[in-house]
């Protein structure tokens, strides 16, 4: 079976889970799902990263451990995950044993690579944003003073200290032939561009151990050092799978690392380069979505506006939640979130489209033939054109969802729905019924309720337990079984004589 292993970052334990997390998370759940119903042998990956000075110092201030810290935070991810219907396969820590082998035979490999070697650093240093400038970077900032970080513009800390560093520079030729070679490394095509631009610019080697601080990975062999953050973070993708006991793990490469703008250096930059000094195969793409705003404000820590999952979840189901996040904004663009927009979508397309299409359709079903199925007679052109239609989405879809363009296989599933009232509209079944016309009807009856059955599998990824239920009433018994694209996907599955339940609304209209 082939092989498909996505990963989300993971997540600092200095702070809570809010909606950036989730969304993530649930983009990668889609992409899961959706990959296992497509017959893939998925692994998916989400975790936490719990070393690093800004943890030691969050743990600190409130007079506790760091792997306490670390431990509530992990529980709260463990219990958010289920809410949200994630269906991660393992969830990796960084603190964790297996991890930390990981970390340190990735340092061997690099080290014996001639890819590191120790000097002495000074720099500036920004402790939030974990991040080095040298003097130039930070004069190219917008604030005149130069002591100030260039991306969050808070104080910046002098530090010189003895440091290993990583022969980042001696890759960067390699890095950029790699991108220019391969097109969709790197996704939405305008960070690509960003990330070869910057590589073109010429790279620093990177100082990748510290001695001020101890909470993280030592160094092999110089245990006054510790990792540095990113080498640490970065390493979890392979960690969980079991490296270095396992030389090249079953999933390895990765098909995609899903990841926000904020940490596409790292990601399409830092770690490509590691792998080839490690000469391990680099992943198949690397996604950045966008940011989201809340109400139209940047989420503070400072502001503690924050959205959290909670708070959502108290409003909303969570499909509903998984549907809107990837529905509003085109995956890889910046959005905004609004509890307005949410509703307004919220009815017009799930309650006005998709279920109405359910509710009316089995309700006819139930009324003009007690729930049960007839054998369907002559297709005529409208019948044609739906399935047509039906079968259209199902290429379409598996296009979109292989670009991560989950907005748009939303949108083409959505035009299905409409399709489908339309064809309510266009062959009146009520008509049909009064006129005694019981061919035609059980044509059009037959040809709605296996569009809805084909719809609800297309949005099973993107609404698992909704589309459960909608499933669940249109084939019954049949849903115990794993579904799949290929083996339930195709026009026509259900028979004459199936019977179907009466509707049950599963998606209320919100005043
Ligand atoms: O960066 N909109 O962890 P982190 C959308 N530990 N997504 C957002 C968001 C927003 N406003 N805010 C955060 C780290 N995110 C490192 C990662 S990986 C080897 C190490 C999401 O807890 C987005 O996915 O700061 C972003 O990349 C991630 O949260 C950062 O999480």
Not at 126 to 135: A, G, K
Not at 347 to 366: H, I, P
Not at 418 to 439: C, I, S, T
Request: overall charge negative.
């Amino acid at each position: 079976m082939e092989s498909y292993y996505v990963t989300t970052p993971i997540y600092y334990v200095n702070d809570e889970p809010h909606l950036g997390h989730i969304y993530t998370t649930i983009a990668a759940d889609v992409l899961a799902r959706y990959q296992r119903m497509s017959g893939r042998d998925v692994f998916f990956l989400t975790g936490v990263d719990e070393h690093g000075q800004k943890v030691q110092q969050a743990a600190e201030a409130r007079g506790i451990e760091p792997i306490e810290l670390a431990d509530q935070v992990v529980e709260r991810y463990q219990t958010l995950w289920p809410d949200l219907a994630i269906s991660n396969d393992d969830f990796i820590r960084t603190s964790s044993e297996r991890h930390k082998s990981g970390v340190q035979a990735m340092w061997r490999r690099l080290e014996n690579a001639g890819a590191i070697y120790k000097d002495f650093y000074e720099d500036w240093y920004c402790v939030p944003c974990e991040t080095y400038w040298t003097e130039t970077q930070l004069k190219d900032a917008e604030r005149w003073d130069n002591k100030h970080c260039p991306d969050c513009d808070r104080a910046v800390e002098k530090v010189q200290e003895e440091s290993y560093f990583f022969r980042l520079s001696a890759y960067q030729d390699r890095l950029i032939d790699y991108i220019n070679a391969h097109p969709d490394f790197i996704a939405p095509a305008s960070r690509r561009n960003e990330v070869l631009r910057f590589v073109e610019s010429g790279l620093n080697d990177l100082s990748v151990s510290r001695t001020t601080f101890s909470w993280g990975v030592p160094v092999p062999g110089d245990e006054k050092h510790v990792i540095y953050v990113w080498i640490d973070a970065l390493t979890n993708y392979l960690s969980a799978l079991g490296f270095p006991d396992q030389e090249l793990p079953k999933h390895w490469p990765a098909d995609v690392h899903l990841i926000g703008k904020d940490i596409l250096r790292f990601h399409a930059i830092y770690w490509p380069c590691m792998l080839m000094a490690a000469d391990l195969p680099l992943p198949g793409r690397i996604f950045a979505h966008g940011w989201w705003t809340v109400e139209g404000e940047k989420m503070s820590k400072s502001k503690g506006n924050a959205l959290r999952p909670a708070d959502l979840l108290a409003q909303y189901d969570a499909d509903v939640i998984r549907y809107f996040l990837l529905r509003e904004v085109p995956f890889g663009q910046d959005g905004d979130f609004s509890f307005t927009a949410m509703k307004q979508r919220y009815n017009s397309e799930l309650a006005n489209d998709v279920g109405n299409l359910l509710n009316r359709s089995l309700a006819m079903l139930n009324k003009y033939r007690d729930g049960v199925l007839g054998e369907p007679g002559d297709e005529q052109g409208l019948d044609r054109a739906l399935i047509a239609d039906v079968e259209g989405m199902q290429r379409d879809v598996a296009a979109h969802m292989d670009k991560q363009a989950f907005h748009l296989a939303l949108e083409r599933i959505s035009l299905v729905v409409r399709h489908g009232n339309r064809y309510v509209e266009e062959n009146a079944p009520w008509a049909l019924a009064k006129a005694g016309d019981d061919a035609r009807l059980n044509t059009v009856l037959y040809h709605l309720v296996e569009t809805l059955r084909l719809v609800a599998l297309q949005l099973l990824p993107f609404m698992p337990g909704k589309m459960a239920s909608m499933l669940g009433q249109i084939q019954g018994e049949a849903l115990q079984q794993e579904l799949s694209f290929s083996a339930h996907g195709g026009w026509g599955l259900l028979k004459a004589g199936h019977q179907c339940a009466k509707p049950q609304p599963i998606f209320p209209r919100m005043e």
